[in-house]
C-alpha cells in the first residue's frame, strides 16, 4: 500500500518538472540550451550563502540568494559578451564555473565552520524524501503561475523564436524580454532544486521540449508531448525515491527521462538517428542493385565486376537476376524490365542534358548515373514530353520505351 509520504513525494516530483518543463520551452526555443546550465550551476554559490547566513530551513533566503546569483550570472554574462570579443558560449561557460567553483569553496569554508551542510547536499543532489505537504502546495501555485504566464505570452515567445527580426521591427522589447524569462527560469530552478538538485534540474528544463519539439514541432502537439515525458519520468522517479531514500531523486528523474529520449531519438519513424541511417543504407543499397542490374543490361556476355558482386546476389534473392556461371550473371524477364526502366531514365536524363542544357554529350553520362536513381516516373513522363519522346540518346544508343 502506498503511504502518504510517497503521495507527497511524486506529487512533488509532478509539479517540480512540470514547472521546469514549462519554463525551459523559452530556452530551448530560442536555442539557450547554456543558460539553463549556467543557472543551474550558477544559483548553488547563493544555496550555500543563504544555508550559511540563515540556516538550511530558510526557504525565502533560499528564493532570493539563489534567483539573485542567478540574476548576477546573467548580468556578468551579458557584460562579457557585449565588451569583450568573447562570445555568449564561451561568456556563459566562464560564468559557470567560476560561480559553481565559488560555491564548492564556501562549501568547504561552511564546513570548516561547522555548519551542517545537509541542507547544502539536498540542494546539490536533490532529495525529495523530505518534501512537505507546504512544499507540493508551493509547488502547484508556481507551476499554474508559470503555465498562465506561458499561455499569456506564448505568442511572444513563439514569434521570437522562429522570426526575431520581425519581432523586433514589431516593437517587442527583446532584451528586457529575455531578461525576465531567465530570472523566472532561475527562479523556477531554485524553487525546484531540494528536489532535483542544482546541476541535475537543468536536464528537466531542456530534455522534454526536445522530445516534444522532435516528435512534433506543432505548437500544441510539442507542448503536450514534452508535458508528459517530464510527467512519466517524474512519476517513475518519484515512487523509486519514496521506496528507496537513499537514491538521489534527481538523477533517477534524468536518467528514466533519458529511457524516454533515447529510443525516440533512436527509432522514432523517418526522424530517429538509426531509422535515418538504415533508411540511407536501404537507399544506398538500391542505388547499387540498379547499377549492377544496369551493367547486365549494357554488357550481357561480359563477367559482372568485383564491385557488383553483393548487389547482384541482392538482385539474385528477389528475382531479378540468375548466376548462370561464376561471375557472369543473366537478368531474369523481370530484372530485365527493371534494367531497361533504369537505362531508359538514364538515356533521357543524358538527353535532356544535351539537348536542352547545350551540354556536350562527353560531359553528361557521369551526372546521369546519379539522376537516373532519383527520377520517379512523373518527372521521368515530364522529361520524355519535353524532348517529344526521342528515340536516341546523345551518343545514338537506343532509349528503351517505358512500357517494355
Not at 13 to 37: H, K
Not at 53 to 81: K, P
Request: net charge positive; with cysteine; charged share 15%.
Amino acid at each position: 500500500m502506498i503511504s502518504e509520504q510517497a503521495i507527497w513525494i511524486v506529487a512533488g516530483c509532478m509539479f517540480a518538472a512540470l514547472t521546469l518543463s514549462i519554463a525551459g520551452i523559452p530556452a530551448y526555443l530560442r536555442r539557450d540550451a547554456l543558460i539553463g546550465d549556467a543557472l543551474s550551476h550558477s544559483i548553488f554559490p547563493g544555496v550555500v550563502l543563504s544555508v550559511w547566513l540563515f540556516g538550511a530551513g530558510n526557504s525565502v533566503a533560499l528564493y532570493i540568494t539563489g534567483t539573485g546569483m542567478g540574476a548576477m550570472a546573467l548580468l556578468l554574462i551579458h557584460y562579457i559578451q557585449q565588451k569583450t570579443i568573447i562570445p555568449k558560449d564561451g561568456a556563459i561557460g566562464i560564468i559557470l564555473i567560476v560561480l559553481f567553483s565559488a560555491g564548492l569553496l564556501m562549501m568547504g569554508q561552511l564546513q570548516r565552520s561547522g555548519i551542517p551542510l545537509w541542507g547544502v547536499q539536498h540542494v546539490l543532489l536533490g532529495k525529495a524524501a523530505t518534501i512537505l505537504p507546504s512544499d507540493v502546495a508551493f509547488l502547484i501555485g508556481l507551476f499554474s503561475i508559470s503555465t498562465a504566464l506561458f499561455f499569456i505570452f506564448q505568442k511572444w515567445i513563439w514569434l521570437q523564436a522562429f522570426d526575431p527580426k520581425f519581432a523586433q521591427l514589431s516593437g517587442i522589447p527583446l532584451r528586457p524580454y529575455s531578461i525576465a524569462i531567465s530570472l523566472w527560469t532561475a527562479f523556477v530552478l531554485t524553487a525546484t532544486v531540494h528536489i532535483l538538485g542544482a546541476i541535475l534540474s537543468a536536464a528537466m528544463l531542456l530534455t522534454p521540449s526536445a522530445i516534444g519539439h522532435f516528435i512534433r514541432p506543432k505548437p500544441s502537439s510539442f507542448i503536450r508531448i514534452a508535458l508528459l515525458s517530464c510527467l512519466i519520468s517524474a512519476i517513475g522517479a518519484g515512487f523509486v525515491s519514496a521506496t528507496l531514500p537513499a537514491m538521489s531523486t534527481g538523477a533517477l528523474m534524468v536518467i528514466m527521462l533519458f529511457g524516454i529520449a533515447a529510443p525516440i531519438f533512436l527509432f522514432y519513424p523517418k526522424k530517429g538517428i538509426a531509422m535515418k541511417s538504415w533508411a540511407r543504407q536501404q537507399e544506398s543499397n538500391r542505388w547499387k542493385e540498379e547499377n549492377a542490374l544496369k551493367f547486365m543490361f549494357n554488357s550481357p556476355s561480359s563477367i559482372l565486376p568485383i564491385e557488383h558482386h553483393k548487389a547482384a546476389k541482392r538482385c539474385s534473392k528477389m528475382g531479378l537476376a540468375v548466376e548462370a556461371e561464376p561471375l557472369h550473371w543473366n537478368l531474369t524477364p523481370e530484372g530485365k524490365t527493371k534494367a531497361e526502366r533504369i537505362v531508359r531514365k538514364h538515356r533521357l536524363w543524358e538527353t535532356y542534358l544535351h539537348q536542352q542544357l547545350s551540354i556536350s554529350k562527353d560531359r553528361v553520362h557521369e551526372n546521369a548515373e546519379w539522376i537516373e536513381h532519383m527520377l520517379d516516373d512523373e518527372f521521368e513522363d515530364r522529361i520524355a514530353a519535353e524532348l517529344k519522346h526521342p528515340k536516341l540518346d546523345p551518343h545514338a544508343s537506343p532509349i528503351p520505351p517505358k512500357n517494355a
